[in-house]
T-cell receptor, first 110, second 111 residues
Framework: SQELEQSPQSLIVQEGKNLTINCTSS?????LYWYKQKYGEGLIFLMM?????EEKSHEKITAKLDEKKQQSSLHITASQPSHAGIYLC??????????FGQGTELSVKP | DAGITQSPRHKVTETGTPVTLRCHQT?????MYWYRQDPGHGLRLIHY???????DKGEVSDGYSVSRSKTEDFLLTLESATSSQTSVYFC??????????FGPGTRLTVL
């Protein structure tokens, strides 16, 4: 079965610094989703990537899917306290299943 | 937000009692999912449904059952709750090949 591995598991950065979160799949990805979760709340959809080499941006967050479609990265530029939370990558796992990585907990220090 | 509601939002119960969680959607999505979220494990799929009365198991289905008799409702039942089932439960709707929408979550504590 397909598995998603995220790294790092947790991250503490100073406000204003850039950071990158990675998501690696054990199989080829046919759709990769990034979500953000604030503590104690539900998930908020950020972006979906489908094509090899695809890159999308939303405000200061950029996500890329590599050419081989097995790895994605989420990059935040000039981090702010509002970026704090848990970031999860998700993908179609075959047979209608939707699977997720274990999440990356981001803290941004003012 | 695809009009997803979960009930109850919080529940405390005792070991051995049955518990049913409800997920309700208003957008007629075919696919619905139940996940549990625990520290260090991200979201783990319990069961999912791809249509009325069509359900399948996820990676952590032991001790859980589901039913979907109507498009809008997906029920998750803990037959006999155990302390290991203390968790936050999320319902999601939407195709696995497109954007998914999540409910606000149900915090379940089994004493």
């Amino acid at each position: 079965s397909q598995e998603l591995e995220q790294s790092p598991q947790s991250l503490i950065v100073q406000e204003g610094k850039n950071l990158t979160i990675n998501c690696t799949s054990s199989k080829t990805l046919y759709g990769l989703y990034w979500y953000k979760q604030k503590y104690g709340e539900g998930l908020i959809f950020l972006m979906m990537l489908q094509k090899g080499g695809e890159e999308k941006s939303h405000e200061k967050i950029t996500a890329k899917l590599d050419e081989k479609k097995q790895q994605s990265s989420l990059h935040i530029t000039a981090s702010q306290p509002s970026h704090a939370g848990i970031y999860l990558c998700g993908a179609a796992g075959g047979g209608g299943k939707l699977i997720f990585g274990q999440g990356t907990e981001l803290s941004v220090k003012p | 937000d695809a009009g997803i509601t979960q009930s109850p939002r919080h529940k405390v119960t005792e070991t051995g009692t049955p518990v049913t969680l409800r997920c309700h959607q208003t957008e007629n999505h075919r696919y619905m999912y139940w996940y549990r979220q625990d520290p260090g494990h991200g979201l783990r799929l319990i069961h999912y449904s791809y249509g009325v009365k069509d359900t399948d198991k996820g990676e952590v289905s032991d001790g859980y059952s589901v039913s979907r008799s109507k498009t809008e409702d997906f029920l998750l039942t803990l037959e006999s709750a155990t302390s290991s089932q203390t968790s936050v439960y999320f319902c999601a709707v939407g195709s696995p090949y497109n954007e998914q929408f999540f409910g606000p979550g149900t915090r379940l504590t089994v004493l």
